[in-house]
């Protein structure tokens, strides 16, 4: 089994939808993060939670909205979203966000079409 | 201001050759991480490698080197004896201490290796 799963794979959704992304990881790790990946764009650091609390959320909008109810899980809420958020959405956990040496891993992304 | 720089968008290589990945970055921290990652298609960011800013030493790992040179903020990555998997978008990122414990993502080099 992968070390950082996501689901799904693809989504396509409609402006006034309401769908989730889902993100699962078996390192044992205590901090996951939400990061978009744009065209052209270096990747787009989202939200943070280390230990289960939210450390850092970058000015991103209130139609994404994150939860973490455990280490080891971690969604994003999304709702009447816009086309230009459209984009690949990366999970990725670390050991601990205080740890800079930590690398990150990554699973292999929700890819959102909003229409 | 870019923190990590790739200049090279896309780079196209004949199976066989050696090619050299470009990551420049900015910090002025003295202690700092630097960091490569492999996309294949399928979407997922794989680590390969993490240097500290303390540790010059460059590094091998099979057909893979990494050549850190501090003064001129370089990372810089070859592949030798390259091959179709190698096909991929590879990103450098940079991991500082002090500011709000971030990595810093350059916006990737993709690479096609022809057979």
């Known amino acids: 089994e992968t070390g950082v799963t996501q689901t799904p794979r693809h989504l396509v959704m409609g402006m006034t939808n309401k769908k989730s992304l889902k993100c699962e990881q078996h390192l044992g790790h205590n901090a996951m993060y939400w990061y978009k990946q744009s065209a052209k764009k270096p990747l787009e650091l989202m939200f943070v939670?280390?230990?289960?609390?939210?450390?850092e959320n970058n000015s991103v909008p209130s139609r994404f909205s994150p939860e973490c109810p455990n280490s080891s899980h971690l969604f994003l809420h999304l709702h009447t979203l816009q086309p230009e958020d459209s984009a690949l959405y990366l999970c990725?956990?670390?050991?601990?966000?205080?740890?800079?040496?930590?690398?990150?891993?990554f699973g292999n992304g929700t890819r959102l079409t909003v229409t | 201001a870019q923190k990590v720089t790739q200049a090279q968008t896309e780079i196209s290589v004949v199976e066989k050759e050696d090619v050299t990945l470009d990551c420049v970055y900015e910090t002025r921290d003295t202690t700092y991480y630097l960091f490569w990652y492999k996309q294949p298609p399928s979407g997922e960011l794989v680590f390969l490698i993490r240097r500290n800013s303390f540790d010059e030493q460059n590094e091998i790992s099979g057909r893979y080197s990494w050549n850190f040179q501090k003064s001129t903020s370089s990372f810089n990555f070859t592949i030798t004896a390259s091959q179709v998997v190698d096909s991929a978008v590879y990103f450098c990122?940079?991991?500082?201490?002090?500011?709000?414990?971030?990595?810093?993502f350059g916006t990737g080099t993709s690479l096609t290796v022809i057979p």
């Open positions: 990122a940079l991991s500082e201490i002090r500011h709000g414990n971030q990595f810093y």
């Open positions: 939670y280390n230990f289960k609390e939210q450390t």
């Open positions: 990725a956990s670390s050991q601990d966000h205080g740890n800079r040496d930590s690398p990150l891993h």
